[in-house]
Each structure stands twice: as structure tokens, then as C-alpha cells.
């Protein structure tokens, strides 16, 4: 678990590009976060058929998550809009 990064629970599935929109918390400052589907398939292992499968996933995978958001950050690797894709 990583203490400087907080993953938000606000969760917004977004179907039409196939991936979720997450916010974390850095240092008392909100970044912008997206997740692919396929990414949190090669995460978990599993095929994710529907957005539940899906959240779930992204659920059990948190810890995960948290370090490669963590990773990016400490890359700078910020898209124009000031987001990080995973």
C-alpha cells in the first residue's frame, strides 16, 4: 500500500472508450486517472464482461493500482490535461 497515493471511490465506468475514470489524492492535490478495461483484465486475470465484473476488479486490484498511479506520477508522465493513463 502506498501512503502518498490515495485512490478515490469515484469510480465512473465509461463504456464508450472501454474504460474506468478515477480520481487520487497526492499530497492534498486531485489527480485525474483512467484505466483501461484490458488493463485491469491483464490485472486480474479475468475476462470483465460488464461494469460490475468490472468494479470489482478495479476493487480487488486497488493496492495495485495505487503503486502504478504512484509510478507515474514519479515519472511525470501527465497527459496534456494534467491526467495519468494507466
Do not use: Y
Not at 502506498?2 to 465506468?13: G, H, K, R
Not at 486531485?30 to 485491469?40: E, F, K
Request: hydrophobic share 45%.
Amino acid at each position: 500500500m502506498n501512503q502518498d497515493i490515495i485512490v478515490n471511490d469515484d469510480l465512473v465506468w465509461q463504456p464508450e472508450q472501454a474504460k474506468l475514470t478515477f480520481s487520487a489524492q497526492w499530497f492534498g492535490g486531485q489527480v485525474l486517472c483512467h484505466i483501461s478495461v484490458a488493463l485491469l483484465e491483464h490485472l486480474s486475470g479475468q475476462q470483465l464482461v460488464d461494469e460490475a465484473s468490472i468494479m470489482l476488479a478495479f476493487e480487488a486490484q486497488r493496492f495495485d493500482i495505487e503503486e502504478q498511479v504512484s509510478d507515474l506520477i514519479s515519472q511525470e508522465a501527465f497527459g496534456p490535461d494534467g491526467s495519468l493513463t494507466l
